[in-house]
């Protein structure tokens, strides 16, 4: 069949830097441009996570789950194997998965009950025949060709990622060996547990989010309990990396000071040395994984964060919706061999950095700020100089800089403008 070209009205936006210490904010606003991210990175050559494989333990379990803006289905198959299927019928779209999860021996679109197997084949259609012999699809119609569209997906010690382009790179290679070793740190080949979910929408730009985990500068001034329970100072041991060859992901990761040593500094007002919390218990961990780092956030390209705050273990994805809202998704884990107490602590550590923890609330509240300023003024531009221009890892110890934004902005020029880099 011969396609038909039709072309839309041609506009140009400026980036008014060759380097990316400065971010216009049109970037956050532009709905033409978050169309264009759609294709290119949540369509395009990039991993989503799409969740935990425990969470479909059984053959015909499924879950529902978003890609961009295409919600997809995770089932387990009869062969235990784990497919990301476009949850979305091959005859006219609906979306066939309704519940947030479930469990059966096929999947059945709503609409006129065309029905898949767990592969995503298609099985039957009704009335394909015709009724009473008259009617019904042409002789050569091809089941075969109309299945559900499967994602290419890998499982990396139960985390479930999935992507639409067959040709990405494998997760090891994608994340790049340095960043693969801190991501098996956490996902380190033990059963998982899920502990609990939860979801919030903020208004804002999707970007904001991975953006904010990169900038360990705001924590030190911006989270009054991290700064008053020594939990996350720029004064203390800790590290800030990216990966050498994308610059798009990133781990920081610190050391937390003991209580009775914290100092108070000019450059950190918010530090309360009087603050006490009635129950010690959301800032007393114990040790875990065979070294002293206490937080390690993780920022996987384009918009994933595994996050190990002491023995709170936590992915939050971001999914968007339209270039001013998403939804923040919590998945809460553990491993299967953790002890009751263990779970204990981790629930009650969700305290700090949950939807509505004592750190997170600060996050929430500043980027529905950056997004109204964004979209206000689409001409103005973000500063995101601290530490250089470039997006090179800061020498070991330093905590004061922007380069994983710098970095996280380089590989999005590529991919989004075939620009090339700095
Ligand atoms: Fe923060």
């Known amino acids: 069949m011969a396609s038909v070209a039709i072309e839309f009205e041609k506009r140009t936006l400026e980036w008014p830097t060759e380097d990316c210490t400065r971010i216009p904010n049109w970037v956050y606003s532009d709905p033409d441009n978050y169309q264009r991210e759609l294709e ?29 803006e295409r919600p997809v289905i995770i089932v387990r198959d009869k062969d235990n194997q784990v497919n990301v299927l476009l949850n979305s019928c091959a005859h006219r779209a609906a979306e066939i998965c309704l519940d947030k999860f479930g469990s059966n021996r096929v999947l059945t679109c709503p609409y006129h009950q065309w029905t898949y197997d767990l592969k995503g084949k298609l099985m039957g259609v009704p009335f394909r025949k015709g009724a009473k012999g008259i009617g019904g699809y042409p002789a050569d119609f091809d089941m075969n060709a109309n299945s559900l569209k499967a994602l290419r997906v890998e499982v990396v010690n139960g985390a479930v990622f999935a992507t639409f382009d067959h040709n990405a790179l494998p997760m090891r290679e994608y994340l790049t060996d340095r960043i693969y070793e801190k ?25 904001l989010y991975p953006e904010n985990l990169k900038d360990s500068y705001h924590a030190t001034l911006l989270h009054v309990f991290l700064i008053s329970f020594g939990l996350y100072r720029m004064d203390q041991k800790g590290n800030l990396f990216n990966d050498d060859k994308t610059r798009a992901h990133n781990v920081v990761e610190s050391i937390a000071t003991p209580r009775d040593q914290l100092k108070s500094h000019d450059e950190m007002k918010s530090y309360k040395s009087n603050y006490e919390l009635n129950d010690m218990r959301p800032v007393t961990p114990v040790k875990e994984f065979g070294d002293d780092i206490t937080i390690q956030n993780l920022t996987m390209f384009p918009c994933l964060t595994v996050q190990q705050q002491q023995n709170l273990l936590q992915c939050r994805n971001v999914i968007p919706m339209g270039p001013n809202e998403f939804e923040l998704s919590w998945t809460f884990f553990g491993y299967e061999d953790d002890d009751e107490e263990m779970i204990q602590r981790r629930t009650r550590l969700a305290n700090l950095t949950g939807a509505a923890g004592y750190i997170s609330v600060d996050d929430n509240e500043v980027f529905e700020l950056s997004a109204s300023g964004m979209l206000a003024n689409p001409d103005a531009n973000c500063v995101v100089e601290l530490g250089g221009s470039s997006s090179d890892s800061p020498q070991a110890g330093e905590m004061v ?4 934004i710098r970095g996280f902005y380089e590989l999005y020029r590529e991919v989004m403008y075939a620009h090339p880099r700095p």
């Open 183 to 207: 991501f098996t740190r956490v996902f380190d080949g033990r059963k998982l547990k899920v502990l609990g979910y939860q979801r919030q929408r903020l208004r804002g730009n999707w970007k």
């Open 401 to 404: 800089s922007e380069s994983a």
């Open 40 to 68: 290119k990175i949540f369509y395009g050559p990039f991993w989503s996570f799409v969740g935990l494989d425990c969470e479909v333990p059984n053959p015909g379990d499924y879950k529902r789950a978003m890609v961009g």
